[in-house]
């Protein structure tokens, strides 16, 4: 665990970053590689883990009020929990459409199984293995 190495002082706490770092990384990254394609959103799991990095959108869209971001390319989510409305494991792709994080024609799927499984043969024929 990352605490008990800090106490050991084999790590530098300054190595690690905070979820604030992380998303300015984000929005950064978001808008220059957004600015002449869109990018699409690939969710394993759920949860407040896996759903931290597509708020990127929102909060440039409402916090930061600038315009011409692109939303999400497209959202594709794999998940073996139930989908149901306000769940954070399972919320269904439409639900990202009330909270501003996919547009209302965003192409949107969602897989239920096991990732473990599942994420492997996805990946190997989107990459023509």
Same mark, same amino acid.
């Given at each position: 665990?990352?605490?008990?190495?800090?106490?050991?002082?084999?790590?530098?706490?300054?190595?690690?970053?905070?979820?604030?770092?992380?998303?300015?990384?984000?929005?950064?990254?978001?808008?220059?590689?957004?600015?002449?394609?869109?990018?699409?959103?690939?969710?394993?799991?759920?949860?407040? #883990?896996?759903?931290?990095?597509?708020?990127?959108?929102?909060? +440039?869209?409402? !916090?930061?009020? *600038?315009?011409? /971001?692109?939303?999400?390319?497209?959202?594709?989510?794999?998940?073996?929990?139930?989908?149901?409305?306000?769940?954070?494991?399972? #919320?269904?792709?439409?639900?990202?459409?009330?909270?501003?994080? +996919?547009?209302? !024609?965003?192409? *949107?799927?969602? /897989?239920?199984?096991?990732?473990?499984?599942?994420?492997?043969?996805?990946?190997?024929?989107?990459?023509?293995?």
């Amino acid at each position: 665990m990352d605490g008990a190495h800090v106490i050991e002082k084999d790590i530098n706490v300054g190595i690690l970053k905070v979820g604030i770092e992380y998303m300015t990384f984000l929005a950064d990254w978001y808008t220059d590689n957004t600015k002449d394609c869109t990018i699409g959103f690939f969710q394993i799991g759920g949860g407040i #883990a896996g759903d931290f990095p597509i708020c990127v959108v929102p909060m +440039l869209h409402q !916090d930061l009020q *600038r315009h011409g /971001v692109p939303f999400w390319g497209y959202f594709c989510q794999i998940s073996d929990s139930t989908t149901s409305y306000g769940s954070y494991s399972g #919320a269904v792709p439409n639900e990202k459409i009330t909270w501003g994080k +996919l547009y209302t !024609d965003t192409p *949107r799927f969602i /897989v239920e199984s096991d990732a473990t499984i599942v994420a492997p043969l996805m990946f190997a024929y989107i990459l023509g293995w």
